[in-house]
């Protein structure tokens, strides 16, 4: 892959074009004010992902150094561009004086075809990704394969980020309706139909099991492209996890770094309790449509027991064990 590849300009796509793929489309509700999603290469995203999504395809170019972290929305995502963000920059900004104490995460690894791809004007623009220095930290929610063919053919690394779908719903659940009641547009949704389109396979970037298990498989196809971690891992046993993260990006932690803390001080500041309290995650939004604090919510393991009926249990264990069986893949569901 060239490194010095250059973004290709004209990165949005005409409204004239974007129609006639569209019509193309088979379309479907998902329990949110019968917002539409649009079924594209086996996967469904909203009208706008959609368009963000093919100017990210056609104009993306990965270079052999960027990190990329991905995963669908609620697993995660924000916790480990933290995580990634103090790994990466630990010998030039040490934790006292680190980038997270005054951006969002979501400011500092910026969603490719959320913040770069899209007319979201606040962020930089294609062309400016070109201008960040290597390793550039990334992240993307779209499945592996509608991935740029240039991040799937280059030596960029991936990371993805999964969790038990039990929690990954119940957390979608919350931010759609935070979302909903910032806009004020609507209804919030109900709990129930988020519920059954989860299980249908039809919420953002879903099915969700689709998702997941493509990236298990390359994971263990291609260990050295990419990374498969569990937010319930994370929370288990994150010394082991962050060294994992650490040597994935070819950036070790050294046995004086070890000796000196240095992984439990980036476990701590990173860690829900202190991240959520910072006050640059506590007030403002991010782009027009998301209050900051919306991304840090309860941060456990297990919430959903305060959310699903006995029915919906059983529904998801059923769902679940069709979906994994065979595949090596479990999940951990309760603390
Ligand atoms: P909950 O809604 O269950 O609290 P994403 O970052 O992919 O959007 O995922 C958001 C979920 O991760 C939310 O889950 C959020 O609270 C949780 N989260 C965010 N930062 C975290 C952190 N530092 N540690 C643990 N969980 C975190």
Redesign the pocket.
């Known amino acids: 892959m060239n490194n010095n590849a250059t973004q290709k300009e004209l990165p949005i796509i005409s409204q004239e074009e974007l129609e006639e793929i569209k019509k193309a489309l088979p379309k479907s509700s998902w329990g949110v004010n019968g917002r539409e999603l649009l079924f594209y290469q086996g996967f469904w995203f909203s009208e706008s992902m959609l368009a963000r999504t093919l100017s990210f395809q056609r104009h993306f170019i990965a270079r052999d150094s960027d990190l990329i972290i991905t ?13 990634l963000h103090m790994i990466v920059n630990r010998e030039i900004s040490p934790v006292t004086q680190n980038g997270l104490l005054k951006n969002h ?1 979501h400011e500092l690894v910026y969603t490719l075809e959320g913040d770069i791809y899209g007319e979201a004007f606040a962020y930089p623009q294609p062309q400016h990704l070109d201008e960040l220095p290597s390793p550039r930290l990334l992240s993307t929610h779209l499945p592996y394969a509608p991935l740029p063919e240039s991040i799937r053919t280059s030596n960029c690394r991936l990371l993805y ?1 999964c ?1 038990n779908p039990f ?1 990954a719903l ?3 659940f ?2 759609v309706t935070a979302m909903v009641e910032k806009s004020n547009v609507g209804e919030p949704p109900r709990f129930e139909d988020i519920f059954e389109s989860f299980c249908q396979g039809k919420t953002p970037n879903g099915p969700f099991f689709e998702h997941v298990l493509t990236y298990w498989k390359m994971s263990l196809e291609q260990p050295d492209k990419v990374l498969f971690l569990k ?1 319930e891992d ?2 288990d046993d994150p010394v082991s996890h962050l060294k994992r993260v650490a040597e994935f990006v070819g950036m070790p932690f050294t046995l004086f770094e070890e000796s000196e803390g240095v992984i439990d001080q980036i476990i701590e500041f ?3 309790g ?3 309290e910072l006050e640059v995650n506590k007030t403002g939004d991010l782009k027009t449509f998301f209050e900051k604090k919306s ?6 393991v297990g ?1 959903w027991k305060n959310h699903f009926t006995p029915a919906m249990t059983e529904k998801m264990t059923e769902l679940m064990e069709e979906k994994l069986r065979g595949t090596g893949l479990s999940f951990k569901l309760i603390p």
Do not use: A
């Open positions: 995963g669908l929305p609620k697993t995660g995502t924000t916790w480990l561009k933290s995580l995460p980020t969790r929690d119940t957390s979608l919350h931010f937010y994370l929370k990173c860690s829900f202190n991240i959520k991304f840090f919510r309860k941060g456990e919430d």
